[in-house]
């Protein structure tokens, strides 16, 4: 780090906590925006639970639409947090400090915006989860384990609890920060929170061995849980879907998209919380250089698959690729493709890395992209499979339409509670990877 | 109808019930609608019967459970008892919610052959049209759910037609007209029937000129109109009979030129080797669609090795023309010529049979016809050099020509004529047409609609009897003018109708499940009609009409019934059969078994006389677009159009649901600039419509097709407002001069674009194969009669999974031929009927959500002018390496041990893994839940509980369901096994589809059972399992294993399908593409 720190420890702490009192009005209104798309989709989806499924726009034979790819979508985002948390944490790649925070934080609230999803999209939402979860009940029924369905409830639960315990651990010495500084009921809830952290030596020694340990334990499942949820189309004999490269191929898919998001939301935040020297252009870089190493991962994966598509001989698979490149949605596969692949490569270059406002929306593309790449691989294997007689097409409808955006505005909605309330960057983090203080002779 | 039930409780806890309050039912089906029942009391109609118990013998009534007995009008029947039971039953359930309280009273009594939960079967005729196909109808509890053809009866043989199996949708439909209405000034008003009778009665004495006006019917019924037009007074020739498919009074009279006796012939198809058709739709409706596709399934579809040849000359792509193996199209109105030219070709041919005297007749009439057949001969795109080899093969072979469809044009009889001189001159009368024994009863008679408008002035009062002239005649006849000028209209229809509109009297009429009646489809062979219900809509059967009526102007007819009436006149055919026992032995015997008969027999003379009796048509020949309009499969000439089972199963050439289109050829289209959906304005010299295009394959370019059936006028019927349209505006006034027919072929029209697109609700989507070559597999003759003899194991397949729990005993599988399946759809709507299927509307087809769990995939493969089509019925493949078993999280789709995948609806959350898992998509999702109780706001769909079958649930929305190889029938089959004491046995369990397939393409079976049919089938060389490649090359392809197979269709001529694969560079290179041996089963890579 070239650059020169001006700030020192208890600058941190007050600029940071400073937007936990006083954010900038402009956050207000995001919030809420962000809670008024939460309301319409709330209100879609209480229309679609009264009214039946037939409200959304699943037909014969696209029995999954936008809400499958919606789900994998937030799943897939929610990777690319704990990769910059834990997986970066046990590289020693000193410029996570600063993000991991957020990007963490980020994680949370897309697995939790993930997993309304399978209970939007199943046709009997009052029965499904108490029968989908392995409970004791008089018929000595089990869940189908065969059933990567199952397999996803128990990835993404475990992926919530370790992840939640993981930035919990990890925000503790910053939730005692913020008891030391107010007072009345938010002492006592900060204080409850912090569990009575002191900060002595022996505290930190545990805190860093129980922080890595869970990194650590969250570590694999950055590549597990999306594993899982891609053995949702895999595990089918779709074309397609039925394909062993899925795992892999979401797994950097999530991690793109994840980034992706990480920098769009990095972005407005460091702006509006003046967080210009915490988040410096360098940490945004490195978030940007992991991005296009993913995009490049994921264009590779594309070209793979098509090529085996084609060498594998199987005409079904081959028929569907054709399908996915000139068939009647192909304007999804493209926008996938320059999206997720062409764009990105304009950061191979530093200006652009740099540049904020093009690299912003570079990654808003790459969302787009991703999106349109669950959307894709949902969509075409299901309009045309096997049997020609069957084909059909979809057209998502406006509640699906509408939950969507509900989606994105829970998203929001409960990450802009988490910038109100809980220090986005991490204090603690952010202190060891800043230079020394300058000395008294320095300063001069 | 406005007694509590709270007084009903109490009456009944009293016991006793006074004579003058009949105990009233409640009703809990309809909210929004009036009660269908009505109170037993009103039940007994007129003031000849004595009791209830006299009508109807064999749903003898035990009397009055509950309640003393006493006079005959005392109120509650079994049936209201029955209903109440079930009320109350359900009242009692729904304990949480405030309702009277109701006391359920079981029966002391229970009356004789009905024990609850055990169906019990009437035998019929269906009267959905004149064939006069025998049905059983299944009963539970008095209410008729299931509409079964009979087995043992020789026209339909167990099977039904898609028209058929709706028939409950018509029994029960909600738009049935409660009570008689009478027009006094300028409002209708209800009546009661005793006042409507005194009504009738003075109306018509009044007047002088009365008529009768019904559709065709070949048994007792036509005789007794005249019968009653004589009794009062008018003559026997005020009988009108109008029957809206031409085909069968064309035939009947061109019979009647060149033989001098009427009638049709009776076409035993069954050992035909060659059958030639021109324009002819016989497996489509014809003049009997499930007696011609039982035999033409018979020669046709490769049993016992050999396979009938079919060659057809049609302008349009029909079902008969997809069971063809040479299609030559040809414009409309070239029937004719086509024909005198196979004549000629016939008449060149040294060994063409005929006697002198009648081979000098045709060649007489070909010589008046020398211009005409001149004409034909450089314009019909069929060389003469085809026609003698077609003539050639005609003779050598044992053959038929059938001629003509249901829309007909000016030359329809001379069309006949000229099917009969080649049926002479081939010698198919004796050998496969049968003229003289057994031959078949025209359902018309030789006044028709021509005479009707011509003397319609005269008439006074016309009595019209299912029958809608208003919405079949085209409109360029004037007829609703002519209908208006008759004073008093009297209009007993079963259903709403266009003609009603027009009456002055409207009668609800009988069902034809509620009648008595007969029909005699070939001469000596009758087939009777008993009701199986009592009426439930206050309705009376229209000859017992007729027959009070003239009791009420004092003129009995000495009957007290048409009951009694039949069974006299069924005295003489007691005689006439020569039968040992008594009358009374013998007609119950009849009614139980459904029908009797000797084919009768007769003289007929040579062909002869016919150029007197029949000049050339002075009508030239039309070049350009001309409009053909058959009727349609399913609706016929527009009656079926509010039935909502039949509107979704749609059109089985185009799978459109709920709605009219113009078919025409694909490069006419695109000569024309319009695509498909493209709304066009087809305009003719009667008048023009509106109507979105869908290109047709195989369509002459000059044919313009629009079915007949829908397009009712507004108000009809909510189930048909709002879409549809009636080509029958377009038509001009001609007839076929011969019969006085309405011309509904042949219209020159022209295509105009609107500008507009319309969405037509066509279920499938994609129309050919698109190289897949695992879907559909079709074989030459020359290799299935090859390798007829060798057996395949489709099972022998290594697997690495355990082997799942196996009953010893059963297997459940399924086999399907496509070579004999002709697309009739019979299959879609009995598996509605039987399963309790919703329909969902137009909306929900469009965005693809037809609930249908079977579904007909039609694909064309080929030149796109003459394409070969192929039917393939795709159900739960119940796959024992099922995909969709594997990914349910809940369980709720599971393999049994006898073979089967089963749907458990209770458990099911929906989240829809197992259809996105299922390669053949064949899993229904219930997106809403369907009410069953209401005609729904949106006029999509009457769901009537009525109809429902009581063995199978119904399912809510989020629930997954599809074909369950009707588990209730193997349920209770496996039950009476095991009463008996035995395994079942092959063929007790029909299921639905099976049952009611005219071209016995399903067999279902145990394939535990080395001896049943399935067994022979799955092993049968040309068996394949769809999406499973061919196992015994020892490739598995996605290797679900299904339990169906299907046997690949039996073509002459090699497929289009197997030469692309074998040849074409469209496949990526693998070990096994280019290699293609004639012992092949078809095997693609």
């Known amino acids: 780090m070239t650059e020169k720190w001006t700030k020192t420890a208890s600058d941190v702490n007050d600029s940071i906590l400073a937007n936990l009192s006083n954010p900038h009005p402009m956050f207000y209104v995001a919030w809420a925006m962000s809670g008024l798309c939460v309301l319409l989709g709330i209100g879609c989806w209480v229309y679609q639970t009264t009214v039946g499924m037939g409200t959304a726009g699943m037909n014969s034979p696209v029995y999954w639409g936008v809400y499958i790819t919606n789900f994998v979508f937030w799943v897939g985002i929610g990777h690319a947090g704990t990769l910059i948390s834990a997986i970066l944490f046990l590289f020693r790649a000193k410029w996570r400090n600063t993000v991991a925070r957020a990007a963490e934080a980020m994680t949370i609230f897309a697995v939790i915006t993930a997993g309304l999803f399978p209970l939007i999209h199943v046709g009997r939402l009052w029965l499904a989860p108490y029968w989908m979860a392995p409970l004791p009940n008089t018929n000595n029924l089990w869940v189908n384990f065969r059933s990567p369905l199952i397999w996803d409830i128990f990835a993404i639960s475990t992926y919530l609890t370790v992840s939640l315990l993981f930035w919990y651990m990890g925000m503790v010495p910053d939730l005692a920060s913020i008891r030391d500084r107010v007072k009345g009921f938010k002492r006592l809830v900060y204080g409850l929170l912090s569990f009575g952290w002191r900060g002595t030596a022996k505290q930190w020694h545990h805190y860093e061995a129980g922080y890595g340990f869970l990194a650590a334990l969250a570590t694999p499942l950055v590549l597990s849980v999306h594993s899982v949820v891609s053995w949702d189309f895999a595990m089918s004999l779709q074309p397609g879907w039925h394909t062993t490269i899925f795992p892999p191929y979401f797994v950097a898919g999530a991690i793109l998209s994840g980034c992706s998001m990480v920098f769009t939301l990095l972005v407005p935040i460091r702006k509006m919380f003046r967080f210009e020297e915490f988040i410096t252009v360098e940490h945004l870089d490195s978030c940007l250089k992991l991005t296009l190493l993913t995009s490049s991962i994921v264009a590779y994966a594309y070209g793979v698959e098509f090529f085996i598509a084609w060498y594998s001989g199987n005409e079904q698979e081959w028929a569907l690729f054709k399908s996915r490149a000139i068939g009647p949605y192909c304007m999804y596969f493209w926008t996938m493709v320059f999206c997720n692949c062409v764009f990105p490569l304009l950061w191979w270059s530093k200006r652009i890395r740099r540049n904020i406002p093009i690299s912003m929306v570079i990654a808003i593309l790459v969302n787009v992209g991703m999106w349109f790449e669950r959307y894709n691989i949902v969509l075409s294997s299901l309009v045309e499979d096997f049997v020609p007689g069957s084909w059909g097409h979809y057209e998502p409808s406006w509640i699906e339409m509408g939950i969507t955006v509900g989606s994105f505005g829970w998203f929001f909605f409960w990450f802009f509670i988490f910038c109100k309330f809980f220090p986005i960057v991490s204090m603690s983090e952010i202190k060891l990877i800043m230079p020394k203080p300058l000395s008294r002779a320095e300063q001069k | ?1085």
């Not at chain 2, 070239?334 to 002198?356: F, M, P, Q």
């Not at chain 2, 005409?372 to 003698?388: C, F, K, M, T």
């Not at chain 2, 295009?693 to 009809?716: K, Q, S, T, W």
């Open chain 2, 1 to 1085: 109808m406005d007694r509590t039930s709270k007084e009903l409780t109490e009456k009944n806890r009293a016991g006793a019930s006074t004579a003058d309050e009949p105990a009233v039912p409640q009703t809990v089906f309809l909210d929004d609608d009036q009660p269908f029942e009505k109170p037993a009391s009103e039940f007994v109609p007129g003031p000849f019967y004595k009791a209830a118990d006299e009508r109807i013998p064999e749903v003898a009534e035990s009397s009055l459970d509950g309640v003393t007995a006493g006079s005959s009008d005392l109120a509650v029947d079994r049936r209201d008892f029955m209903r109440l039971f079930s009320a109350s039953a359900l009242f009692g359930a729904s304990a949480c919610i405030r309702r009277p309280e109701e006391t359920a009273i079981p029966y002391v009594n229970q009356p004789i052959d009905q024990i609850p939960g055990v169906p019990t079967y009437y035998a019929t005729t269906c009267g959905d049209c004149s064939a006069g196909c025998g049905v059983v109808i299944k009963t539970r509890e008095g209410r008729p759910v299931k509409v079964e053809g009979s087995p043992e009866h020789p026209i339909n043989q167990g099977s039904t037609c898609a028209t058929g199996q709706a028939t409950l949708q018509g029994l029960y439909h909600p738009e049935r007209r409660k009570a008689p209405q009478v027009k006094i000034g300028e409002r209708f008003h209800d009546a009661a029937w005793d006042e409507t009778f005194d009504a009738l009665a003075s109306r018509v004495s009044a007047a002088s000129k009365v008529a009768i006006f019904t559709g065709g019917s070949t048994g007792h019924r036509l005789e007794f109109y005249r019968k009653f037009l004589k009794h009062i007074g008018s003559s026997e020739d005020q009988l009108y009979v109008y029957e809206p498919n031409g085909l069968m009074s064309s035939i009947s009279k061109a019979h009647e030129i060149a033989f001098g006796a009427s009638g049709m012939p009776r076409a035993d198809l069954r050992s035909a080797e060659l059958i030639v058709g021109i324009g002819s739709d016989f497996l489509d409706i014809g003049t009997s669609s499930c007696f011609h596709t039982k035999g033409f399934s018979a020669s046709h579809s490769f049993q016992r090795g050999k396979m009938g040849r079919f060659v057809q000359f049609e302008s349009g792509m029909s079902q008969t023309g997809a069971r063809s193996d040479d299609r030559y199209p040809i414009a409309p109105g070239d029937e004719l010529g086509v024909a005198l030219l196979l004549v000629k070709s016939l008449l060149a041919n040294s060994s063409s049979k005929g006697s002198a005297g009648e081979r000098s007749e045709m060649k007489r009439v070909l010589d008046s016809y020398k211009g005409y057949i001149v004409a034909a001969e450089s314009r019909v795109g069929v060389s003469s050099a085809e026609l003698d080899k077609v003539a050639a093969d005609l003779i050598t072979k044992k053959s038929v020509v059938m001629c003509g469809g249901t829309a007909i044009d000016e030359n329809a009889t001379m069309l006949q004529v000229a099917a009969i001189m080649a049926n002479t001159l081939i010698g198919a009368y004796g050998k496969t047409l049968f003229f003289d024994r057994g031959w078949m009863t025209a359902p018309t008679t030789n006044r028709g609609i021509k005479e009707f408008i011509e003397e319609a002035g005269d008439i006074d009062l016309v009595i019209v009897i299912d029958s809608n002239p208003i919405f079949t005649v085209p409109q360029a006849f004037g007829i609703d003018k002519v209908f208006e000028k008759i004073p008093q209209v009297i209009s007993i229809q079963n259903q709403n109708t266009e003609t009603d509109r027009y009456a002055t009297v409207r009668l609800p009429g009988h069902h034809y499940l509620e009648s008595w009646g007969d029909e005699q489809p070939v001469a000596g062979f009758w087939t009777v009609r008993q009701p199986a219900v009592r009426a439930l809509a206050n309705s009376r059967q229209s000859e017992d009409i007729l027959l009070w009526v003239a009791g009420a102007m004092k003129k009995p007819m000495g009957f007290a019934d048409y009951r009694t009436y039949l069974m006299q006149r069924w005295k003489n055919i007691h005689k006439t059969l020569g039968n040992k026992v008594d009358f009374d032995t013998f007609w119950r015997a009849v009614l139980r078994r459904g029908f009797v008969g000797k084919l009768e027999k007769r003289n007929v003379r040579s062909f002869a006389n016919v150029r007197g009796k029949i000049a050339p048509s002075d009508t030239p020949f039309k070049s350009g677009l001309k409009l053909v309009s058959p009727l349609d499969v399913r609706l016929q000439d527009g009656r079926g159009a509010d039935k909502p089972v039949l509107q979704e199963a749609g059109d089985s050439m185009t799978t459109i649901t709920w709605d009219s289109w113009v078919a025409i050829n694909p490069n006419t289209a695109k000569k024309l600039g319009f695509r498909r959906n493209d709304l066009l304005k087809v305009e003719g010299s009667g008048g023009s419509v509106e109507v979105a295009l869908y290109p047709m394959p195989g369509m002459h370019p000059d044919a313009v097709y629009i079915h007949r059936g829908n397009g009712h006028a507004e108000g009809v019927s909510r189930v048909t407002d709002g879409f549809g349209v009636n080509p029958l505006g377009i038509f001009s006034k001609s007839v076929d001069s011969q019969t006085g027919q309405p011309v509904t072929s042949g219209q020159t029209v022209k295509l105009i674009a609107t500008g507009k697109r319309y969405r037509l609700a066509a279920m499938q989507k994609h129309n050919d194969i698109a190289n897949r070559s695992d879907v559909i597999k079709k074989v030459t003759l020359a290799s299935a009669v090859a390798n007829a003899g060798k057996r395949k194991n489709l099972d022998d397949v290594p697997d690495l999974y355990p082997k799942l729990k196996e009953s010893p005993d059963y297997r459940w599988g399924l086999s399907v031929d496509l070579t004999s399946c002709t697309g009739c759809s019979a299959c879609m709507v009995a598996c509605a009927t039987e399963n309790n299927i919703p329909q969902v509307g137009r909306q929900q087809i469009l965005m693809g959500r037809e609930m249908h769990w079977i579904r007909l995939d039609r694909y064309f493969a080929g030149d796109v002018d003459n394409p070969e089509v192929t039917y393939q019925p795709v159900m739960c493949q119940h796959c024992n390496h099922a995909p969709c078993e594997a990914v349910c999280p809940v369980y709720a789709t599971a393999h049994d041990p006898e073979g089967m995948n089963g749907q458990t609806y209770n458990r099911c959350v929906g989240t829809r893994y197992c259809a996105n898992a299922c390669p053949y998509k064949v899993r229904r999702f219930n997106w809403f839940t369907h009410k069953w109780n209401v005609i729904s706001k949106t006029k999509e769909t009457n769901r009537n509980p009525r109809a429902l079958n009581p063995d199978v649930t119904v399912r809510t929305r989020g629930v997954m369901e599809k074909c369950s190889f009707c588990v209730q029938r193997i349920r209770d089959a496996k039950h009476n096994a095991i009463e008996r004491g035995e395994k079942v046995r092959d063929g007790e369990i029909r299921t639905a589809c099976e049952q009611v397939c005219p071209a016995n393409a399903i067999t279902f079976g145990n394939l535990k059972d080395g001896r049943s049919r399935i067994s022979r089938n799955r092993s049968d060389n040309r068996s394949f399992l769809m999406l499973n490649a061919d196992a015994s090359h020892g490739h598995y392809g996605i290797k679900t294993l299904p339990n169906v197979n299907y046997l690949a269709e039996v073509t002459h001529k090699e497929s289009a399908i197997n030469k692309k694969h074998h040849g074409g560079s469209s496949k990526p290179s693998g070990d096994h593409g280019a290699k293609k041996s004639s012992t092949d089963t078809g095997h693609q890579g």
